[in-house]
């Protein structure tokens, strides 16, 4: 089968959809503010409109850095997400003790 005869937008659409109920959690839990160096990269496109995508990173007093971001090219069914998030040294140290009590 070659995959660029199969539309995988319904398999994106729902793994973007958990993604960002994950980040919502994190929000939720972590106070964040969106770093002023991805303000332009919110929501981006290839100069032919072919590959898009989203790119958005935030940091706060308990979190280094969070990146929720996609790239997508519809046309050729590529698709990549994250969402990675690196823990300031205290709140790490707090939920490793957690997680062994």
Same mark, same amino acid.
């Given at each position: 089968?070659?995959?660029?005869?199969?539309?995988?937008?319904?398999?994106?659409? =729902?793994?973007? #959809?958990?993604?960002?109920?994950?980040?919502?959690?994190?929000?939720?839990?972590?106070?964040?503010?969106?770093?002023? $160096? %991805?303000? /332009?990269?919110?929501?981006?496109?290839?100069?032919?409109?072919?590959?898009?995508? %989203?790119?958005? $990173?935030? /940091?706060? #007093?308990?979190?280094?850095?969070?990146?929720? %971001?996609?790239?997508?090219?519809?046309?050729?069914?590529? %698709? =990549?997400?994250?969402?990675?998030?690196?823990?300031?040294?205290?709140?790490?140290?707090? =939920?490793?003790?957690?997680?062994?009590?």
């Amino acid at each position: 089968m070659n995959p660029q005869n199969t539309d995988n937008s319904t398999v994106f659409d =729902t793994l973007w #959809a958990i993604l960002g109920e994950l980040h919502q959690k994190l929000g939720d839990r972590f106070e964040l503010y969106l770093e002023p $160096a %991805s303000q /332009s990269l919110q929501q981006f496109s290839s100069p032919d409109g072919r590959v898009q995508g %989203s790119l958005r $990173a935030f /940091s706060g #007093a308990e979190i280094d850095w969070l990146v929720h %971001s996609h790239l997508k090219n519809p046309m050729l069914n590529f %698709s =990549t997400m994250r969402l990675k998030v690196v823990l300031k040294g205290q709140v790490l140290k707090h =939920t490793i003790m957690i997680k062994i009590l």
